[in-house]
Structures are given as structure tokens and as C-alpha cells.
């Protein structure tokens, strides 16, 4: 005898048919909800004036300016020298070196 498994996404809302899973990040906390055309429609109109008014970051995290990246760099090559750690004076740290400067 066979058996047949069938999976079934329904929407998170409403329990309708056919939804998809939705993925969001709101407060650096990234969310995923499953939802059918209906209320994915509904979502998207919700957040379209504020997407429309925002400004798009890479995907993954937050990401720093380039100034701060480069005046943490900066600080972790004055400390690294200050403590007798050869790094170049471009390019980018070594991780060790970063966590040795974090964890100091």
C-alpha cells in the first residue's frame, strides 16, 4: 500500500489556501509569515508608503558607513601598533587582530 503525503501552506491570517511565505525584517528582527495573494496584497499596500519613502540597505544586516568602517579601522591599527601588532597600513584587518581588539 502507498502513501501519499500532501503539504498544504495555508495563510497565517486567514487560514486560506495557496499562501507563500513571506520573509520581512522590521527592528533588526526578521520575520517570516505565510500568506495567500489577499493579504500579501494587503501587507504590501500597508508598506508601500514607508518603502517608498526609505532608502535600501544591502541585504544581510546592518551596514555601517564607510566612515565608520574606516575610523573603527583606523582605531584598531593605532591600537594594534600601540601593542606591538604588525598589520599593513591598508587593506583589510585580519580577524584575529579585530576580535583581539574587541575582547581587549
Request: net charge negative; proline share 3%.
Amino acid at each position: 500500500m502507498a502513501t501519499k503525503t500532501v503539504v498544504s501552506v495555508v495563510d497565517d491570517i486567514d487560514g486560506s489556501e495557496s499562501a507563500e511565505t513571506v520573509t520581512f525584517t522590521y527592528g533588526g528582527v526578521t520575520y517570516e509569515i505565510d500568506l495567500a495573494p489577499k493579504n500579501r496584497d494587503a501587507l504590501e499596500a500597508a508598506l508601500s508608503p514607508f518603502i517608498g519613502a526609505a532608502h535600501s540597505t544591502s541585504r544581510g544586516g546592518n551596514r555601517r558607513s564607510k566612515a565608520q568602517s574606516d575610523e573603527d579601522a583606523a582605531a584598531v591599527r593605532a591600537w594594534a601598533a600601540e601593542n606591538g601588532i604588525e598589520i599593513s597600513a591598508r587593506g583589510r584587518i585580519p580577524r584575529n587582530v579585530r576580535d583581539q581588539y574587541t575582547n581587549r
